[in-house]
C-alpha cells in the first residue's frame, strides 16, 4: 500500500471515446504528476502538478487534459485517442518538486486504444 | 540530449549477488533514484545518492560517482521476490526526473 491509488486500473477505449483517468493520494503531498510507461521505454513524464497549479506540461498533445481540482485528487481526460497512446499511465506524488523529494507511486492504470 | 543507460534484461541464482549498473549523460545533476517495480504493479522507491559512494540498506546497497556519470544497484542474498524490473533515475538541473527504461531482473531457483 503506497497511499495513491488510481482508477481504474484497466481500460479499454475506442479511439472516439471520452473516459478519464483518477488519482488520489492519501499522504498530504503537494505535488503530483502523470507519467506514461510503454513497453521497454523509460518512464515519460507528462505533466506536474505542485499545489494545484500545472508547472510542467512535456509537450503532450491535447487529446490530453489534465485536472488538479485539489492536492489530493489528479485526473487526466482522453479524447480522440490514437492505438500508440496505448500504455501504462502511473500517477505520483511528492512532498514538494525539491530533489530530495521522493516520488511515490499508484499502481497505474493499463489502458488499450483500438 | 539527455541520457540513461542501464540493461535491458539480467539474470541470477537466487542465493547470489548482482550488479545493475546505470550511466547517466544530463544536464547538471541533482541526484539519482532507484525504484523496483513487480510486474503489473507500482514503482517503489529503494534508494537516493547525491554524493559519491556506497549507500548500504538492508540486502540492497547503491553506489554512485559522479565524475563517472555511473550508478549500481547491488543485491546481496537474492530472492526469488527480488524478481523485477530495476529503474535508475536522474534529477537533472531542472529538478525534472529522467529515467532509463529499466533493467528486468529474473531470478532463477
Known amino acids: 500500500e503506497t497511499g495513491v491509488t488510481q482508477t481504474p486500473r484497466h481500460l479499454v477505449m475506442g479511439m472516439t471515446n471520452k473516459k478519464s483517468l483518477k488519482c488520489e493520494q492519501h499522504?498530504?503531498?503537494?505535488?503530483m504528476y502523470w507519467y506514461k510507461q510503454s513497453a521497454k521505454k523509460p518512464l515519460e513524464l507528462m505533466f506536474v502538478?505542485?499545489?494545484?497549479?500545472?508547472?510542467e506540461n512535456n509537450s503532450v498533445p491535447s487529446r490530453f487534459s489534465p485536472e488538479c481540482p485539489n492536492s489530493s485528487h489528479l485526473f487526466l481526460h482522453l479524447h480522440t485517442l490514437q492505438p500508440e497512446d496505448s500504455a501504462l499511465y502511473l500517477c505520483?506524488?511528492?512532498?514538494?518538486?525539491?530533489?530530495?523529494?521522493?516520488?511515490?507511486f499508484g499502481p497505474g492504470t493499463r489502458l488499450t486504444v483500438l | 540530449g539527455q541520457n540513461i543507460d542501464q540493461p535491458t534484461e539480467m539474470t541470477a541464482t537466487e542465493g547470489a549477488i548482482v550488479q545493475i549498473n546505470c550511466t547517466y549523460q544530463?544536464?547538471?545533476?541533482?541526484?539519482l533514484f532507484w525504484y523496483q517495480q513487480h510486474a503489473g504493479e507500482a514503482p517503489t522507491f529503494l534508494s537516493y545518492?547525491?554524493l559519491d559512494g556506497l549507500e548500504e540498506k538492508g540486502r540492497f546497497s547503491s553506489f554512485l560517482s559522479r565524475s563517472k556519470g555511473y550508478s549500481y544497484l547491488l543485491l546481496k542474498e537474492l530472492q526469488m521476490k527480488d524478481s523485477a524490473s530495476y529503474l535508475c533515475?536522474?534529477?537533472?538541473?531542472?529538478?525534472?526526473?529522467?529515467w532509463g527504461a529499466g533493467t528486468k531482473l529474473i531470478i532463477k531457483p
Open positions: 502538478y505542485s499545489l494545484e497549479e500545472r508547472v
Open positions: 505520483a506524488s511528492s512532498r514538494g518538486t525539491a530533489h530530495t523529494d521522493t516520488q511515490y
Open positions: 499522504l498530504g503531498h503537494n505535488a
Open positions: 533515475a536522474v534529477m537533472d538541473s531542472n529538478y525534472q526526473l529522467i
Open positions: 545518492n547525491v
Open positions: 544530463t544536464s547538471g545533476f541533482n541526484g
